[in-house]
């Protein structure tokens, strides 16, 4: 059934998003992309997440689209619909840090979707690969906008105009991903870095998301205003007082989001 294509978990401050099609490396059918919006869109509003894990059930993260489900060749496949482009948007500048969980294959759009996460990690079998010419396409998902931020306008280039399979390790060296497990430690080193992030200030860590997005958006010196303005309105919180007072006893905060 199309529910179950993705599935949406949620466990105190986390929640996680997953690509359900493990048979076929969680390659996307039409209406999959406005799927993965939808419930994107239930975690965006919960503003008692704070971390969202994007992930494929299995060994693989997402293969792209299923070109197997594909028209018949010389037939012309409808566009994809208008919410799978948004997904990008919204893993960007949603108000949760968000976390691409890389596993196995990331290819075409799964890359778009990784690419557009604040933070991408992966396993040591994990294979990049942008794919795009290889079917035709001049590439989506955002793909131009987001790779030549993370990794460099020349990279970015390289990785488009000659596809291939990119391993974890070379992935690390250009900075397209921030960190590589071993496959055996990958879901306990995940645990540790959304326990991390979910132990932080969340009024601060909320603050420290828009900022980025904010910085994106617009000059140096209208972005320090805001950001000013930011941080003089997190001083006169209780979790910021409470951090201070922790550090001072040397002891481990409790935060209350206040």
């Known amino acids: 059934m199309t529910e179950d294509r993705v599935l949406l978990a949620v466990d105190g401050a986390v929640a996680t998003v997953t690509i359900n099609r493990p048979e076929a490396r969680n390659s996307l059918l039409r209406g999959m992309g406005g ?30 689209a299923d070109m197997k489900a594909k028209t018949n060749a010389g037939d012309r496949p409808p ?19 968000t976390i691409a969980a890389i596993r196995g294959a990331c290819a075409g759009a799964g890359l778009g979707y990784a690419a557009a996460c604040d933070l991408r990690v992966a396993d040591d079998d994990a294979r990049i690969n942008a ?44 900075g397209l991903v921030q960190r590589v497990w071993a496959t055996d430690s990958f879901e306990a080193e995940l645990t540790a870095m959304t326990a991390s992030l979910a132990g932080a200030a969340p009024l601060a860590l909320g603050a420290m998301k828009a900022n980025f997005v904010e910085a994106e958006r617009t000059d140096l010196r209208s972005f320090v205003t805001i950001e000013a303005e930011r941080h003089i309105r997190l001083l006169g919180t209780d979790d910021r007082i409470e951090a201070f007072s922790a550090w001072v006893d040397k002891r481990k905060p409790t935060f209350h989001g206040r």
């Open 35 to 64: 799927e993965i919006y939808a419930k994107l869109r239930e975690v965006a509003a919960d503003r008692d997440v704070r971390i969202l894990v994007l992930r494929g059930a299995g060994r693989d993260f997402c293969a792209g």
């Open 131 to 174: 794919a795009f010419l290889d079917v035709g396409v001049a590439g989506d998902m955002g793909v131009p906008w987001s790779l030549p931020r993370l990794v460099g306008p020349g990279h970015a280039r390289d990785l488009m105009f000659f596809p291939r399979k990119l391993g974890s390790v070379d992935a690390l060296d250009i």
């Open 79 to 97: 566009p994809p619909d208008f919410d799978a482009y948004q997904v990008t948007v919204l893993l960007h500048e949603m108000p949760q840090v």
